[in-house]
């Protein structure tokens, strides 16, 4: 069953530790995608990858890293340098540089107390 | 820089009514457009796309949306919605540089 796993769904950790978000996909798709999403501000981009060990920032990339050593897996980072990284985050896929589609994972609520 | 509005941030309805969502977006190029919808702590589901063509895209759950070039519009609309409709939507836009721009979204309630 092909799709978008992320993991795991929801995530709470103490102020200043780093956290890693999971993504994986088995779509065998290029490119991926970290978004962030906070009531009433859509979803914002924080970093893409449209081809394994290259990634670009997104609009808000401050605050967090990622990887793409593999083609399946684009993990997500968030620092301590992060100000405010309680929020819904989600990952994406598509199966061309085109962007003619782009599929979702069920998302990670990350709450930091 | 490229946005995506969306004009209404909630939609109240009833059951059985038709309902329009508006999205416009600013580009002077050409773009590719897409509807998501999204249930609560839930990922984004694709409700339907325009990458060219007629101007009229039909989607799933019996959505569809017009693309008018000369407004820099694509909005939304249903004739008749169900209580199952209600869910917050997202208009997208995929601009230079293939990265996807979304608006703010518009939640639709839809009431008995």
């Keep these: ?113 | 820089a490229q946005s995506v509005t969306q004009l209404d941030s909630q939609v109240p309805v009833f059951e059985e009514a038709p309902v329009e969502l508006r999205c416009n977006y600013s580009s002077s190029v050409s773009v590719y457009l897409f509807w998501y919808v999204q249930y609560p702590n839930q990922g984004l589901q694709l409700l339907l796309k325009y990458l060219s063509g007629s101007t009229l895209v039909k989607g799933i759950n019996g959505f569809e949306a017009e693309f008018n070039k000369s407004q820099t519009s694509f909005h939304l609309r249903k004739p008749s919605v169900h209580i199952s409709d209600t869910a917050e939507y997202f208009c997208a836009v995929r601009i230079y540089g293939n990265k996807l721009v979304f608006g703010a979204g518009t939640i639709l309630r839809v009431k008995s």
Aim: with cysteine; hydrophobic share 30%.
């Design chain 1, 1 to 113: 069953d092909g799709g978008i796993t992320q993991s795991p769904k929801y995530l709470f950790r103490k102020e200043g530790q780093n956290v890693t978000l999971s993504c994986e996909q088995n779509l065998n798709h290029d490119a991926m995608y970290w978004y962030r999403q906070d009531p009433g501000q859509g979803l914002r981009l924080i970093y893409y990858s449209q081809i394994v060990n290259d990634f670009q920032k997104g609009d808000i990339a401050e605050g967090y890293s990622v990887s793409r050593e593999k083609k399946e897996s684009f993990p997500l980072t968030v620092t301590s340098a992060q100000k405010n990284p309680t929020a819904f985050y989600l990952c994406a896929s598509s199966p061309d540089r085109e962007l003619t589609e782009a599929f979702f994972g069920q998302g990670t609520r990350l709450t930091v107390v």
